[in-house]
């Protein structure tokens, strides 16, 4: 039997009654399209789930009878932030939704000299409210109780110079010397940095190598952006995290 996942802006507590209303609402009923009755999966993103029954459906508002927490923790050891060039729309979307998959702790969306996307204050805003959306479902089907942080898009000089983390920093170049493979340890608080469609130029990786980044290849052929974020998450949670 399928157990559904919902995640609710809410806090959660067992013996709680809990009335879901607007987007996520409209998700039970229309979407997944549960019934009076039926069982439930509740997470609020802080950690542990919770099991719920839907005991009430109006229109889009249902309320669920919140059961027993369960502490589940379905969190990589390794504490990985995905510092990404924004690419176009549907790229960056899929970016977002398989980095949660792969279980990245944070996404830093940036800008670079090659960025084809711009984005003025407010539709940087809406942007980081999709993106999160696309964070939010992916934790319901992978079974995260934790939705990564997506920070506001900043440029790429930006978060070098505010970057004070003494964790390891990865730059993605497809001339590195070393792959990933050849990165002995990592710490916790690992972050791999990625340019967008175009890759970084020269002074920016040149610029990020003098902040610390160690760069590093994935094998001898160039890949798209969205496909070395993916490929480089992979790796590195194959040889430091959970896979």
Not at 28 to 57: C, H, K, M, P, S
Not at 123 to 148: D, F, M, T
Not at 205 to 214: H, L, M, N, W
Request: aromatic share 4%.
């Amino acid at each position: 039997m399928r157990l559904t996942r919902v995640y609710v802006d809410a806090e959660l507590q067992t013996g709680r009654r809990l009335t879901v209303e607007a987007s996520a609402g409209n998700h039970i009923v229309r979407v997944l399209r549960l019934r009076v009755g039926d069982a439930l999966t509740l997470f609020n993103g802080q950690g542990g789930e919770y099991a719920g029954t839907i005991e009430e459906i109006r229109r889009d508002t249902v309320v669920v009878s919140v059961l027993e927490r369960r502490e589940v923790d379905r969190e990589s050891p390794c504490q990985l932030t995905l510092a990404q060039g924004i690419s176009r729309a549907e790229r960056m979307d899929w970016v977002v939704q398989k980095a949660t998959e792969l279980g990245v702790w944070r996404i830093a969306p940036l800008f670079t000299e090659r960025s084809v996307v711009q984005l003025d204050e407010k539709q940087a805003l809406r942007k980081v409210q999709h993106w999160r959306a696309i964070a939010v479902a992916a934790c319901e089907q992978s079974g995260r109780n934790r939705v990564p942080q997506i920070t506001e898009p900043v440029g790429l000089y930006e978060l070098l110079e505010h970057r004070t983390s003494t964790g390891t920093a990865l730059l993605l170049s497809p001339g590195a010397p070393l792959r990933i493979a050849d990165i002995a340890n990592a710490a916790v608080d690992t972050t791999v940095l990625i340019g967008p469609e175009g890759g970084l130029a020269d002074v920016e990786q040149e610029a990020a190598i003098r902040s610390g980044f160690t760069p590093v290849r994935l094998g001898p052929r160039v890949l798209r952006t969205e496909t070395a974020a993916v490929c480089a998450l992979t790796l590195l949670q194959q040889k430091f995290g959970d896979l």
